[in-house]
């Protein structure tokens, strides 16, 4: 019975230690892997514009839901493509459609437009919004110090 009990007893091992050389390596390869799959959008601004100042600025918090909307000149640019008013909803339907389900409901248009454009061109540009459901709209300047 004895002979039993030395067989089944256990015997204490130590846990050897978990070996970190190799851990800013791979903490390396993916930080790398992430910047180089990172795609940075850059609009080609095709209308020249000079951007209003303002007193209340705010930074937009979720930029991949942003369409810009660039207004000069008498011209209209949706992100890289000019257009007119009338188009203006087809665009933006075709740009919702780019974005995934959730940014596509937190959709937000930036209006970048000259400080001297007639209001007329941008109320235009405000219905053709809300006909294509556009509901949130961003007004971009800079700061009154600026």
Sequence with gaps: MRRMQSIFRRSSHDMPGLNLASMPDLIFTVLFFFMIVTHMRHDDVKVRYQVPAGTEVQK???KSAVINIYIGE???Q????L???EHLPQLIEAERKKLSEDNAERLTVS???DKHTPMGIIADVKEALQRSFALRINYSGTTAGN
């Design 60 to 62: 937009l918090q979720q």
């Design 111 to 113: 209006l970048k437009a």
């Design 83 to 85: 257009t007119d008013v």
């Design 74 to 76: 008498g011209k209209i």
């Design 78 to 81: 949706v992100n890289n493509q």
